[in-house]
Nanobody, 123 residues
Framework: QVQLVESGGGSVQAGGSLRLSCTAS????????MGWFRQAPGKEREGVAN???????YYADSVKGRFTISRDNAKNTVYLQMNSLKPEDTAMYYC?????????????????WGQGTQVTVSS
């Protein structure tokens, strides 16, 4: 089992920045895929970014150039730096971990989920 705890959410104005953190504990493996997803009210959960065990990163088109995913294996932590935030980025953000090294940015590829952290961007 893997436990994931997110932090760093909050309320900001459009154009602002936030950094989300996700710390993993339990049977963690630094070579496995980690990702960030988000879900707005009334919408499906969507992939934001992932970081594969091979070191590749993938981003949703809606966040490319604004968000950056990174990980610190020594701390079992993955980060999501979010810049130039827009009101449409408002959502609950979830950290996820996969049992496998490589994954697509799809919820079905991930096995463990955090409780989420709320991000609210006002115009």
């Amino acid at each position: 089992q893997v436990q994931l705890v997110e932090s760093g959410g909050g309320s900001v104005q459009a154009g602002g920045s936030l950094r989300l953190s996700c710390t993993a504990s339990g049977n963690t493996y630094s070579s496995n895929c980690m990702g960030w997803f988000r879900q707005a009210p009334g919408k499906e959960r969507e992939g934001v970014a992932n970081y594969t065990g091979g070191g590749s990163t993938y981003y949703a088109d809606s966040v490319k150039g604004r968000f950056t995913i990174s990980r610190d294996n020594a701390k079992n932590t993955v980060y999501l730096q979010m810049n130039s935030l827009k009101p449409e980025d408002t959502a609950m953000y979830y950290c996820a971990a996969a049992r496998i090294r490589w994954c697509y940015l799809l919820p079905a590829d991930f096995d463990y989920w955090g409780q989420g952290t709320q991000v609210t961007v006002s115009s």
